[in-house]
Structure formats: structure tokens, C-alpha cells
């Protein structure tokens, strides 16, 4: 009777372990969790649906083009689609290069920011032979023609908004100095707004410097022109980068009677200007989180072959120390 007990523990003992290790496999361990969460994410990679889209910026070290990247990026990933970032870093030759991958990739649309406005007319003319519509933001390319549509900033506004401030500071005008770069049209298109805004109104251009790449030059050739003109009134700057390396040259010379002005209206540049760093007086400011929103609009009625506008500009405006709390200096207007 006894040795029937036992036995009989043993078999249920044995059906319980057998239960238990199926229970087991079913919960799985970590390293079986880690697996089968791998195999989701792989499906959810395949099956996130929506469409693939490129995004190619002038240079994503400039906070400008990655807030731009990150509005467009936001508002795909709320309708279901994706985006894959390209960084040319203001390289017009690997901006093509660059170009062609996304073609390869297979996406169905390019945001594009030129590096140079003439330079990227091959790329744009390997994207209009794959069928691959372009909606060209923030600075125009020459060949207009081969891109679907426009969204920037009214660019001649920001730099005339400038220059009617240099009116007011300097009443009697004076020697400026203007920082630009021909390849960007954008920022020739701010410095003509500036220099609209102040002809015939007693001002002489003194220098001219051209930035190059990541405006890194422009610190040097300031302090040249510094050191070379002991009466300076205004530095116009094409866009904020190259307006903080004019701020580091003139606070390092002590020249602080210096109006600056830039366009842009980064976090650093508005909180120059508050704290009156290195001469900032005034930005022509624009919107990048708007200018984001506005070419994912366009780029889904397009895609969708409904109506949209072709050519679309964002309103720039006036910040200056008067203001500046009220756009904030923790993130981009």
C-alpha cells in the first residue's frame, strides 16, 4: 500500500513538472522575450505601412535645418509615414551623391534644402527622371522647373525688417559691414531686403565677407576688418551662424557700439540678444516648425494628386530686445 502511495506521488510529481515546463516555454524566458520582441520590431519595421520619404538638409549641424527636419519628421510620423535624413554638411558634390541613395532607397518624395542653388541641378534631374517629386524648402534652386513646389520664408522681409531698424539706430547712417554667401539664395535674397531698406540713407558698405561652409571663416576675416576700421556702426548677417561668429570677433575686440543683426532667430542668437552679447540689435526671424508642417501638407496633397500651392511663404517679423520674452529663448518660434 505504501509502495503504491509513492508511486503514485511520483506520477503526479511528474505531471505537475510537465505542466510547469510548459507553462514555462509559454511565458518564455528573458533571452525568449528578447527574441520575440526582436521578431516584432522586425515585423513592425515591415509592416509600419505609410510611405518612405528623403529629407536633405544644407548642413544639420545648424540648429535651423534640424528643427526643420524635426517639424517634418513629426508631422510624417503622425500620418503613418517615415523619413530617412541625409546630412550634406555644405557639401554641394556629396549633397548628389546623397541624393542618388535616397533615389536607390526607394522614396516617394525629397524635402530638399540646396547647398548650392546651381550645383544641385543634377540631382534634381536624376529625381525628375526616377519620378520622384522635390518640395524645395527654405532657399530657392535656379532651375525652378524641376521641382513640384516651394515652401520658405519670405526672405526679402526678414532682411528689410533689418534694415529699417538700422534706420532708427543710426539715424545719420554710417560704415557697414555685410556677411553673405552667393551660392545660398536665401540669404542673397535677405540681403537685398537689407539693403532695399537702407539705400540712399547716407550708409557705405566698407566690407563684404563671404562665409564659407559652416561659417567658421567669417570669425577671422571680422576681426581683420576690426582691426583694419575703427568706426564699424552694423554688421548684417545672412543667418544666424554666421551672426555668432561676428558676435565672437567683436566681443573679443571690445566693440560693443556695433549694431549686429542676423536672420534666423536660433535659441543662442534670441538669447544674445537679450543679454545685448556682442552687439545683437535685431533678427529677422522665421518659423522652421511652420515651414515643416507647411511642406508635409504640401507633399501629402501632392502625392495624393489634390490641389496645393506651388509656392508657399511663411511670414517672417521683427524680434529685437523689446520682444525677445515673448518668443522665448528655450526653443524656435
Known amino acids: 500500500m505504501k509502495k503504491r502511495w509513492i508511486l503514485c506521488t511520483v506520477a503526479v510529481l511528474c505531471i505537475v513538472a510537465t505542466l510547469l515546463g510548459c507553462g514555462k516555454k509559454n511565458v518564455g524566458t528573458p533571452e525568449d522575450n528578447a527574441v520575440v520582441e526582436e521578431d516584432d520590431k522586425k515585423n513592425d519595421n515591415t509592416e509600419e505601412g505609410g510611405r518612405l520619404f528623403g529629407f536633405s538638409g544644407i548642413d544639420m549641424s545648424n540648429p535651423f535645418y534640424d528643427t526643420l527636419k524635426n517639424s517634418v519628421q513629426t508631422a510624417l510620423e503622425a500620418q503613418g509615414d517615415r523619413l530617412m535624413v541625409r546630412d550634406p554638411a555644405s557639401d554641394a558634390d556629396l549633397q548628389n551623391e546623397q541624393i542618388r541613395e535616397l533615389i536607390n532607397e526607394g522614396v516617394q518624395a525629397v524635402f530638399l534644402c540646396p547647398v548650392d542653388w546651381e550645383k544641385i541641378t543634377p540631382a534634381l534631374e536624376a529625381l525628375k527622371e526616377a519620378d520622384i517629386p522635390v518640395i524645395n524648402l527654405d532657399t530657392e534652386v535656379k532651375e525652378t522647373s524641376l521641382v513640384s513646389a516651394f515652401v520658405g520664408s519670405d526672405n526679402e522681409n526678414a532682411g528689410y525688417v533689418c534694415g529699417q531698424d538700422l534706420?532708427?539706430?543710426?539715424?545719420?547712417?554710417?560704415?557697414?559691414?555685410?556677411?553673405?554667401?552667393?551660392?545660398?539664395?536665401?540669404?542673397?535674397?535677405?540681403?537685398?531686403?537689407?539693403?532695399?531698406?537702407?539705400?540712399?540713407?547716407?550708409?557705405?558698405?566698407?566690407?563684404?565677407?563671404?562665409?564659407?561652409?559652416?561659417?567658421?571663416?567669417?570669425?577671422?576675416?571680422?576681426?581683420?576688418?576690426?582691426?583694419?576700421?575703427?568706426?564699424?556702426?552694423?554688421?548684417?548677417?545672412?543667418?544666424?551662424?554666421?551672426?555668432?561668429?561676428?558676435?565672437?570677433?567683436?566681443?573679443?575686440?571690445?566693440?560693443?557700439?556695433?549694431?549686429?543683426?542676423?536672420?534666423?532667430?536660433?535659441?543662442?542668437?534670441?538669447?544674445?540678444?537679450?543679454?545685448?552679447?556682442?552687439?545683437?540689435?535685431?533678427?529677422?526671424?522665421?518659423?522652421?516648425?511652420?515651414?515643416?508642417?507647411?511642406?508635409?501638407?504640401?507633399?501629402?496633397?501632392?502625392?495624393?494628386?489634390?490641389?496645393?500651392?506651388?509656392?508657399?511663404?511663411?511670414?517672417?517679423?521683427?524680434?529685437?530686445?523689446?520682444?525677445?520674452?515673448?518668443?522665448?529663448?528655450?526653443?524656435?518660434?
Open 167 to 333: 534706420l532708427i539706430q543710426k539715424p545719420d547712417g554710417g560704415k557697414i559691414v555685410i556677411v553673405e554667401s552667393p551660392g545660398v539664395n536665401s540669404v542673397n535674397e535677405r540681403i537685398t531686403g537689407f539693403e532695399e531698406a537702407i539705400t540712399n540713407s547716407g550708409f557705405e558698405v566698407v566690407k563684404r565677407i563671404e562665409a564659407l561652409g559652416d561659417s567658421s571663416n567669417v570669425k577671422d576675416e571680422m576681426t581683420q576688418v576690426l582691426s583694419e576700421n575703427s568706426e564699424i556702426d552694423a554688421v548684417m548677417c545672412g543667418s544666424d551662424p554666421m551672426a555668432e561668429q561676428v558676435m565672437a570677433a567683436i566681443t573679443e575686440a571690445q566693440r560693443t557700439n556695433i549694431c549686429v543683426y542676423s536672420v534666423d532667430g536660433s535659441p543662442a542668437t534670441k538669447t544674445a540678444l537679450m543679454n545685448g552679447t556682442g552687439g545683437m540689435t535685431g533678427i529677422g526671424a522665421q518659423s522652421p516648425i511652420n515651414m515643416g508642417k507647411t511642406a508635409v501638407k504640401v507633399a501629402t496633397a501632392l502625392l495624393a494628386d489634390k490641389d496645393y500651392e506651388k509656392e508657399n511663404y511663411e511670414e517672417t517679423f521683427f524680434i529685437n530686445r523689446d520682444n525677445v520674452e515673448m518668443y522665448g529663448t528655450d526653443g524656435w518660434q
